[in-house]
């Protein structure tokens, strides 16, 4: 990535860096921070977040305030933090996290915390905001595809759309340039009330990666 960076003419101040501590290297979280600057090749980085609220994360959190302070990180937030590790983390330390990156999707919408992340004014950041590909049944749901229809736009454009529009960062992924442009097509039209409505209740409330709080999660990701 650092090599691409620094060959692709984008000046920099064009570019938004987010990266991570992995929640095995919490206790070594100055180290990977100036990894990830001299990999990176850049002399800051704009986001930089815990990866799971397991382990040695408060002793983490404590190390990006230091580097937020000297400005070797211009934001630091979380990942995968449900509300109550979320707001633990918020009373107990200095700085609040800017972003919670958590699973989101039409599927997946998070309702409940994003009220928790609302109060904290923390951004909801939605990874697998297309479901990582394991959940394409969700494109064929015939309301989605109407509203598609109507919009002349694609069932995933819409269901980007519809996470932006309710407040959301989105980070969809893909290795086909002309997926990029479709997901970054998503701001030229607006969904109405009713149209929200719908794609909300397209909800199962029921995560694929799991939830910090199960401890089959903490277990499994012990073997990632
Ligand atoms: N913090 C965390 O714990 C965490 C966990 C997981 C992911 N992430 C991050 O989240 C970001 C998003 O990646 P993600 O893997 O979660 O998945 P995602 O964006 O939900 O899904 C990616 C999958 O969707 C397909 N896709 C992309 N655009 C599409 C389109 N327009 N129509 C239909 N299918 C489309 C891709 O296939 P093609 O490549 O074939 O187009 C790929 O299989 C990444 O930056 C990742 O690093 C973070």
């Given at each position: 990535m650092g090599r691409a960076l620094a060959s692709c003419g984008v000046p920099r101040d064009r570019l938004f860096l987010t990266t991570k501590v992995n929640f095995p290297s919490y206790d070594a979280a100055q180290e990977v921070v100036e990894a990830?600057?001299?990999?990176?090749?850049?002399?800051?980085?704009?986001?930089?977040?815990?990866?799971?609220?397991?382990?040695?994360?408060?002793a983490a959190w404590r190390v990006l305030e230091k580097c937020l302070e000297q400005g070797k990180i211009r934001a630091i937030g979380i990942s995968n933090f449900d509300p109550d590790r979320m707001v633990d983390l918020i009373q107990f330390n200095k700085v609040a996290p800017a972003v919670n990156q958590i699973e989101m999707n039409l599927l997946c919408q998070r309702k409940a915390e994003r009220r928790?992340?609302?109060?904290?004014?923390?951004?909801?950041?939605?990874?697998?905001?297309?479901?990582?590909?394991?959940k394409n049944e969700m494109f064929e749901n015939p309301a989605l595809r109407e509203i598609a229809a109507a919009h002349e736009k694609t069932p995933a454009q819409i269901a980007l759309g519809f996470l932006v529009q309710s407040g959301a960062v989105v980070i969809p992924k893909s290795t086909h340039e002309n997926r990029i442009r479709e997901n970054a097509a998503i701001f030229d039209f607006t969904l109405s009330a009713a149209e929200m409505e719908q794609l909300a209740a397209m909800d199962t409330a029921s995560p694929m990666v799991g939830t910090a709080e199960n401890p089959e999660t903490v277990e499994i990701a012990m073997t990632w």
């Open positions: 990830s600057l001299r990999k990176l090749q850049t002399d800051y980085i704009d986001l930089m977040l815990l990866h799971w609220p397991f382990g040695n994360y408060y928790w992340m609302e109060k904290y004014n923390v951004a909801a950041m939605a990874y697998a905001p297309l479901g990582q590909g394991k």
